[in-house]
């Protein structure tokens, strides 16, 4: 958890964050359809931005609310204990309201109705395994950049959510809110709401094993000691 920043501005960064993440997903997805008919090129054009902002959100709003953006990564540091429990479901709803407004943002930007309910097919066991292996990905590249090169992490997100994006499936969901977000949107980035228990369950479930695993890995490892500083230092 940050340190200096009270609950309601942490939530409004969470809020801040999610909205522009799904502003961008949905947004350059639009834009992509709109540019190309070639699906290939369209998923690049949608998937270059996601990585991208990921990068600049989590630097700009990491030190105010530890830029979570995903209910699956809050409920991981929940259970670590750096997240109090009380606030977990103030994050979550803070992550999934600030997602539907980045959608209804997105929406406006190109004069489309600000909310659509989603008719893109996104299920199967292959796609909710994609979308384990996704959070699980996630949590594994957020934990081990804590421990190992805790400054490059918005490049280790935005890099491992640009690659996910073309290595799985389901082009990389790996968030309940982004996820909850899409379904609000008939385009090319969209999920139907029928669609989404299967998706959030399977994040989830990544999410936790991605945690089990990184915990195993550190049980009991040194912890590197920064030297202390002498006098006149």
């Given at each position: 958890m940050t340190v200096?920043?009270?609950?309601?501005?942490?939530?409004?960064?969470?809020?801040?964050?999610?909205?522009?993440?799904?502003?961008?997903?949905?947004?350059s997805g639009i834009m992509a359809e709109t540019l190309t008919r070639d699906v290939a090129l369209a998923l690049l054009g949608n998937t270059l931005p996601t990585g991208a902002?990921?990068?600049?959100?989590?630097?700009?709003?990491?030190?105010?609310?530890?830029a979570h953006f995903n209910p699956a990564?809050?409920?991981?540091?929940?259970?670590?204990?750096?997240?109090?429990?009380?606030?977990?479901?103030?994050y979550v709803a803070a992550q999934i309201a600030g997602g539907i407004i980045g959608?209804?943002?997105?929406?406006?930007?190109?004069?489309?109705?600000?909310?659509?309910?989603?008719?893109?097919?996104?299920?199967?066991?292959?796609q909710w395994f994609a979308e384990a292996v996704a959070a699980f990905g996630l949590v594994v590249t957020i934990l081990g950049g804590v421990r190992a090169a805790k400054a490059a992490i918005p490049w280790l997100v935005g890099l491992y959510i640009?690659?996910?994006?073309?290595?799985?499936?389901?082009?990389?969901?790996?968030?309940p809110a982004v996820a909850?977000?899409?379904s609000f949107t008939n385009t090319f980035s969209g999920i139907r709401p029928v669609d989404l228990p299967g998706f959030i369950a399977a994040e989830c479930v990544g999410a936790l094993?991605?945690?089990?695993?990184?915990?195993?890995?550190?049980?009991?490892a040194p912890v590197e000691q920064k030297p202390s500083l002498q006098p006149g230092e």
């Open positions: 200096g920043f009270d609950l309601s501005r942490r939530l409004a960064a969470e809020a801040l964050g999610t909205a522009m993440l799904v502003a961008t997903v949905v947004g902002i990921l990068v600049v959100l989590i630097t700009v709003l990491g030190p105010i609310s530890g990564v809050s409920l991981v540091f929940a259970l670590r204990g750096e997240l109090p429990a009380r606030e977990l479901a103030l959608t209804m943002i997105a929406h406006a930007m190109f004069d489309l109705p600000l909310v659509a309910a989603s008719l893109k097919v996104r299920t199967g066991s292959a640009t690659a996910a994006y073309w290595f799985t499936a389901s082009t990389s969901f790996a968030n909850i977000a899409r094993i991605g945690l089990s695993l990184m915990a195993w890995f550190y049980r009991n």
